[in-house]
């Protein structure tokens, strides 16, 4: 019988599979209907050649995702705390764990910081597209926006589990995890709205699986709505997104453009689709069709079949995750710390995807958000593959400890309540 950990590495393997493919179908179009200028900032830019279509950046991209997925896999956990003998309010394990961070957590978390401030850096930060996002630093081009995005749901869920009971209380509990998730989405919001929303949702959520009162959150909700309101104010293009979302046909060649053509490939796609290569959109007509708009290319080439494809090994991906922190056999549950870890990583990704179909199917506005291990981007498929990897290390972890104890197999009444009680 097939393990959870082994779903999520068939889910994403797969996923990495179609997100080569359909990067590659865009990337030929391009080359056949563009000029080399046009093309100098593609990141699969070059010439059609068979070498390039097997080791361009995209394959070469994938691999390393599948690298960083084995790196994952057999990181040691205790490098980021845990154990049988951490609590937290709500998930039983033992004793209060240590207040005392490990020292990869304080290193992960001065670097993200370091790194989110780099981006307004002369000679460091990059402005792509109107937006301080990337850092160059050897070469390299990155997000640090995205490391953060995977960073929070291990600090947060380190906190949640050294402060045990405290975390129903205010000013022990819930202020210094909301104080940090506030500054670093209130960093990344400057510059990329729909990260910082993913951040401060996934951290929200996993604060109320580890215990902290409802109230207590509540009390984001003005915080929260004005922070959002303030900055979609403050950016003009923000509220000319707002009013494409509206109606994009007022200005079908202005703001609404870029929605409409989303729209043009899904319906274009119909149940089987054009067939891949044979798309029309990607010839120049829908940005970003091989980052944000992935989705649509996927429609309007594979038809409601590929799309629904996608979503299914999305959901499989998400379902073998659920398996690995709330199994049916008690014996591998794993400690709290690595459930309240894995729940941040599936939440990370879950939330991601669902935003991102919002955005392409025109259900929500129009926001730089990319479908995990489809959308082309190094830096997102190598820490996407790499937090995977972790996830299948915490069911390693758990059958290693199940298999070392003498006590006799007890069955959990119910896998879902026992992952959030």
């Not at 009971?165 to 709205?193: H, K, Q, S, T």
């Not at 403050?234 to 409409?260: K, M, N, T, V």
């Not at 590929?306 to 549950?333: K, N, Q």
Request: some cysteine.
């Amino acid at each position: 019988m097939l393990r959870p950990g082994q779903g999520v590495v068939l889910a994403t393997l797969a996923l990495l599979i179609v997100g080569v493919i359909m990067v590659n179908s865009v990337w030929l179009a391009r080359s056949v209907g563009e000029s080399a200028a046009a093309l100098a900032d593609d990141p699969a830019a070059g010439p059609i050649t068979a070498a390039n279509l097997l080791w361009g950046r995209p394959t070469l991209y994938a691999l390393l995702a599948v690298l960083a997925l084995v790196s994952g896999m057999f990181l040691p956990l205790r490098l980021i705390g845990g154990g049988r003998a951490d609590a937290c309010a709500v998930l039983p394990g033992g004793p209060v764990a240590s207040a005392r961070p490990p020292a990869a957590l304080v290193a992960l978390a001065i670097s993200m910081l370091a790194l989110l401030a780099a981006v307004y850096l002369p000679g460091i930060g990059r402005e792509v597209n109107g937006a301080s996002r990337w850092v160059e630093i050897g070469g390299f081009n990155f997000q640090p926006s995205e490391i953060a995005k995977w960073a929070m749901p291990v600090l947060v869920a380190w906190w949640c589990v050294a402060s045990g009971p405290r975390i129903r209380e205010f000013r022990r509990g819930f202020v210094p995890p909301m104080f940090a998730l506030l500054l670093v989405a209130g960093i990344v919001g400057v510059e990329d709205l729909g990260t910082a929303v993913l951040i401060l949702g996934v951290g929200v959520v996993v604060l109320a699986i580890a215990g902290v009162k409802l109230r207590h959150l509540a009390l984001l909700i003005p915080v929260g709505g004005g922070a959002v309101a303030a900055a979609i104010l403050h950016s003009p293009y923000r509220i000319q997104r707002l009013l494409a979302w509206r109606d994009p046909f007022e200005d079908p060649q202005g703001i609404g453009y870029h929605i409409i053509q989303s729209l043009s490939a899904i319906a274009g796609g119909g149940i089987a689709g054009r067939g891949l290569g044979q798309g029309i959109q990607k010839f120049g007509y829908l940005p970003e069709a091989t980052t944000d708009f992935v989705f649509a290319i996927v429609c309007e080439e594979l038809g409601l079949a590929g799309a629904a494809i996608v979503v299914a090994l999305l959901v499989a991906l998400l379902w073998s995750g659920m398996a690995i922190i709330a199994p049916s056999d008690a014996r591998l549950r794993p400690p709290a710390f690595h459930r309240l870890l894995g729940l941040g990583i599936l939440l990370t990704i879950g939330f991601q995807a669902l935003m991102n179909v919002l955005v392409v199917t025109g259900l929500a506005p129009t926001k730089g958000i990319a479908l995990p291990l489809v959308s082309h981007g190094g830096t997102g498929w190598v820490l996407t593959a790499f937090s995977l990897g972790i996830l299948i290390s915490i069911e390693r972890t758990a059958r290693s400890a199940a298999e070392n104890e003498s006590e006799p197999p007890r069955i959990a009444a119910s896998p879902l309540l026992d992952a959030v009680a």
